[in-house]
């Protein structure tokens, strides 16, 4: 291949990518103009003078430059984990630099959990904004609007067992009509006032801010609804890179956001808004074809909130913080297209109870924002060890830089908070049983596995008392947590049954601080005398583990082969017994027996033939 052709192959993949990320990074981000404005309006008093739109219209320019332009797409994006981002990802790279930190754990676990309740309101908010926009063309749809969106949600999850590798490839081409129209509605609003675009100066926002108190304080909490889908823009970096991203955001997705926002910003400088003024900028006769086309584009932000969620889900589990639950690859080319089907009927359970309960995309905003800015907030102060430990700032420069998006965020969450009580609570309370549950899991986890420590003794010592000693034929492979000491299961397979096989593998599966591990090192085996073997399956946070798959693979390479028809795998079936200590404790131990005892099989998360499992029972007290 020439160079010639090596550049052009190049450039039509980052064509190719950048139209990707178009339909999955930023359709949270790009459908918040059906309900940014508006929301603002509707705190405002149902009123909006010149003064306070062209004020709102720059605080929510620069919004868009400091949260999204620069604090996630110039600077967070550089923080990629082996190419993946978002919060559990920067967890997991600064693992690597200062270990399983409590508190690094605590932020990861806590972000996390605050963007499966953002998860919820997504697509509540996002299909009702769009399905409001019946009401001007269509006035005696009105009161369908709510049993409308419960259809088109109800229908979003039910379709997610299917996967998404067909219609995804539309996802791109829609949004960006999407983009290009919204982008087109705005600069008529501009051509006919020319004079919002003043609002471009950062001066008007904080002239606004700081002359209009508590008004102005509150007015913020709204304009922060055009940068709830930032956080998207790092977590699916992964899927397409840092460049595809970039071109589509600066090239695309930031002029058109300014532009619909200023010409919305022009209707309310002229007085002519009647209920929503997205859909005012659209003349009569499109507005049904807008609202259509709308309706698609909420359906496509829901879905990557959707798809994320499983995606985070996957991570936890790999990264030890939620207990085994059924993953489902839905493509046999991409890797990312995965279905959890506990996080899909939860998270739609969730969002049709939040839709029934407050009705209109006017209600829901008061709990959408929460979420987020503390989700950010949180990232920042990740994003600031980061500077320090992995791209080494300076400490000025860091405190500069971190402590510009601090205040921002601060700032955000703060005028989010006053809304608390009308909805607000909703995401916090979500993430607190979250953040909980993970906690008690990690902790349970933890303290099971050192007290099935001290019921053993090093593999090396059980190794020379059953030297030479009769075997049986086959192979038997050990699932255990620590490859030097000896398995529970197989002292009680020795204690019972009374046999031991001619081969003996003493296995865990690890999960790398990185996304992806490469083959050549996924299968590590040590020789440790008398046939006995100790091996580590080495995954990445992002890979779901095939046990039968990584040992077939490895036949060549190991000092022995493994015929799945000569081969058993013994797995350790405890029950956790609580120790009689505080009352809290105790709590949060029954609450991971409990979760313990319904998480996944083992066998089945690692997908080992049915037929080739002993489980051997036993008792834990921790």
Excluded at 21 to 42: E, N, Q
Excluded at 83 to 90: T, V
Excluded at 576 to 602: D, E, K
Aim: net charge neutral.
């Amino acid at each position: 291949m020439t160079n010639a052709t090596a550049t052009h192959a190049g450039e039509t993949g980052v064509k190719a990518l950048t139209l990707g990320a178009l339909g999955v990074v930023f359709g949270d981000i790009g459908t918040s103009p059906l309900y940014t404005i508006k929301t603002a309006m509707d705190w405002s008093g149902g009123h909006v003078n010149a003064e306070t739109a062209l004020g709102m219209l720059s605080l929510i320019v620069w919004t868009l430059i400091i949260v999204t332009s620069i604090k996630y797409v110039a600077v967070i994006m550089r923080a990629d984990n082996d190419g993946e981002g978002g919060i559990l990802a920067l967890m997991s790279l600064l693992g690597m630099k200062h270990g399983r930190h409590p508190a690094i754990i605590a932020i990861g676990m806590l972000g996390a959990a605050l963007l499966f309740g953002d998860g919820a309101i997504t697509p509540a908010i996002s299909v009702l904004s769009a399905l409001e926009g019946l009401k001007a063309p269509l006035p005696v749809l009105a009161p369908y609007v709510v049993p409308l969106s419960i259809v088109v949600l109800i229908g979003l999850f039910a379709l997610q067992p299917q996967g998404t590798e067909r219609i995804s490839r539309l996802f791109g081409p829609v949004m960006a009509l999407w983009f290009v129209s919204i982008a087109i509605l705005g600069a008529r609003g501009v051509i006919a006032h020319p004079s919002v675009l003043s609002a471009v100066d950062p001066r008007v926002g904080l002239h606004y801010l700081f002359t209009h108190g508590f008004e102005g304080f509150l007015l913020l909490g709204a304009v922060f609804l055009c940068a709830t889908g930032a956080e998207a823009l790092y977590a699916d970096m992964g899927h397409f890179g840092r460049r595809p991203i970039r071109l589509a955001w600066y090239g695309l997705v930031l002029p058109s956001l300014v532009l619909v926002y200023a010409g919305q910003t022009a209707l309310l400088v002229e007085g002519s808004v009647t209920e929503n003024p997205f859909f005012d900028l659209c003349p009569a006769p499109l507005q049904l074809p807008l609202v259509a086309l709308a309706t698609v584009a909420t359906v496509i932000a829901s879905q990557a909130i959707v798809t994320g969620a499983f995606s985070m889900a996957r991570q936890a589990i790999q990264l030890g913080l939620s207990p085994r639950l059924a993953i489902t690859q839905t493509s046999a080319q991409s890797y990312g297209q995965i279905y959890v089907g506990f996080v899909n009927w939860t998270l739609m359970a969730l969002t049709l109870v939040l839709t029934l309960a407050f009705r209109s995309s006017e209600n829901l905003a008061a709990a959408f924002g929460i979420a987020v800015s503390l989700t950010m907030l949180l990232t920042t102060a990740l994003m600031f060890i980061a500077m320090r430990s992995i791209w080494r700032w300076s400490l000025p420069l860091a405190l500069l830089v971190g402590g510009l998006f601090l205040v921002v965020d601060v700032a955000f969450v703060a005028a989010n908070l006053i809304k608390f009580f009308e909805g607000g609570w909703i995401p916090l309370v979500v993430a607190a049983i979250l953040f909980f549950l993970m906690s008690c899991w990690s902790e349970g986890f933890e303290a099971m596995r050192k007290a099935l420590e001290r019921d053993t003794f090093p593999i090396a010592d059980f190794v020379a008392k059953f030297h030479g000693k009769p075997r049986v034929d086959g192979v038997a492979v050990y699932l255990t947590s620590r490859t030097d000491v000896v398995p529970v299961a197989l002292l009680h397979n020795l204690k019972h049954n009374k046999v031991l096989h001619q081969h003996i593998v003493l296995l865990h599966v690890a999960t790398a601080n990185t996304p992806r591990v490469d083959r050549a090192r996924r299968v590590e085996t040590q020789s440790l005398d008398d046939h006995f073997y100790a091996m580590e399956l080495n995954y990445g946070f992002m890979e779901q583990p095939n046990i039968p798959c990584a040992l077939m693979l490895d036949t060549i390479s190991s000092p022995l082969s493994f015929n799945m028809m000569n081969t058993s795998f013994f797995v350790g079936r405890l029950t956790v017994t609580p120790l009689g200590r505080s009352r809290w404790r105790r709590l949060r131990i029954h609450i991971f027996q409990f979760m313990h005892r319904n998480a996944l099989p083992a066998t089945e998360f690692f997908q080992i033939p049915s037929g080739r499992v002993v489980e051997l029972g036993g008792q834990v007290e921790v």
